[in-house]
């Protein structure tokens, strides 16, 4: 009774905030896992898990809203760093809840969402890229809605990627025409563009996030979508990840609002 009081609660909510406008794209950096388990003395890894589960709040909160995109930061090149336990401890996790994501009555499922990996998947272990594939193949279908999960993930490394695989491309170009005799010297053809970057981003399906949230009170990006952030907004509600709820989801949806209806109103006044 209680829960079904608080869905209609929140689906008016929605409705209301569905006047103004509404992000397409939100991405989470999702800090303070370790630091909830060690502020509530749980065992280790508790706190991740906790974590999903409001991770799995938050995709609701989003998807009832109309936000299409989600992108979240749940394991980044620099994590391998980790100690060997803590680094196999996450993979654990992440392969037990990949399989999840899978179950008919999952989040993803319910809500039609395709499952994207973005990332050096090849730096992944074999069971958990294996199972990475199983979910991008297996929600393939689905159109309502994009959850990007990124993992072997950073900025710097996609770029490089998306860099190193143009260039190839317009090696091989420049090769076929030198050799069918169509070469030309002309440098409007023969450099890459940006265009020809931003396709072989890892990213390169979704559009430009217009929210980063970032628990824990932190305002560093941490090699977080570097390149698709230059015109995005940045929160940081200051709660651990596992702790973020409804009210740090409406405070960051109304700011939005806010700041866009004041965008609006000063491109008119141009
Ligand atoms: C399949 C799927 C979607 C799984 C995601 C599971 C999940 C919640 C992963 C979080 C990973 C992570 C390294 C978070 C950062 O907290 P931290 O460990 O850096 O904690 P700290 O900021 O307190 O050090």
Same mark, same amino acid.
């Given at each position: 009774m209680y829960d079904t009081i608080v869905n209609f609660l929140r689906k008016c909510i929605f409705y209301v905030l569905s006047v103004g406008p509404i992000p397409n794209h939100i991405a989470f950096i999702m800090d303070g896992n370790r630091r909830y388990t060690k502020r509530w003395n749980l065992m280790q890894g508790a706190g991740h898990k906790v974590g999903y589960s409001a991770l799995m709040s938050m995709l609701k909160y989003c998807y009832e809203l109309g936000v299409r995109y989600v992108t979240i930061y749940a394991f980044s090149i620099d994590n391998f760093k980790r100690t060997p336990e803590e680094v196999q401890s996450l993979m654990d996790l992440m392969l037990d809840k990949i399989e999840e994501l899978l179950k008919e009555e999952s989040i993803v499922n319910r809500y039609g969402i395709r499952v994207y990996f973005s990332g050096n998947l090849k730096l992944l272990s074999e069971p958990v890229r294996l199972a990475a594939e199983r979910a991008m193949l297996a929600t393939a279908k689905n159109s309502k809605a994009v959850l990007s999960i990124c993992v072997a993930y950073t900025s710097t490394n996609e !770029?490089? &990627?998306?860099?190193q695989e143009s260039c190839e491309e317009k090696w091989d170009e420049i090769t076929l025409l030198n050799s069918s @005799? @169509?070469? *030309?010297p002309d440098e409007n053809v023969n450099l890459i563009k940006l265009t020809d %970057? *931003?396709? &072989?981003?890892?990213m390169a399906f979704a559009p430009d996030p217009? !929210? %980063? %949230?970032? $628990? /824990? @009170? *932190? $305002?560093?990006? /941490?090699n977080f979508l570097l390149w698709q952030s230059a015109n995005c907004y940045l929160y940081s509600p200051s709660v651990l990840w596992p702790e973020i709820g409804f009210r740090q989801f409406l405070w960051v949806i109304l700011n939005f609002q806010r700041i866009q209806v004041y965008l609006d109103k000063k491109r008119k006044q141009v």
């Open positions: !770029i490089l &990627h998306a860099v @005799g @169509g070469y *030309e %970057i *931003e396709k &072989h981003m890892y217009d !929210i %980063i %949230i970032r $628990t /824990s @009170g *932190e $305002t560093r990006l /941490s």
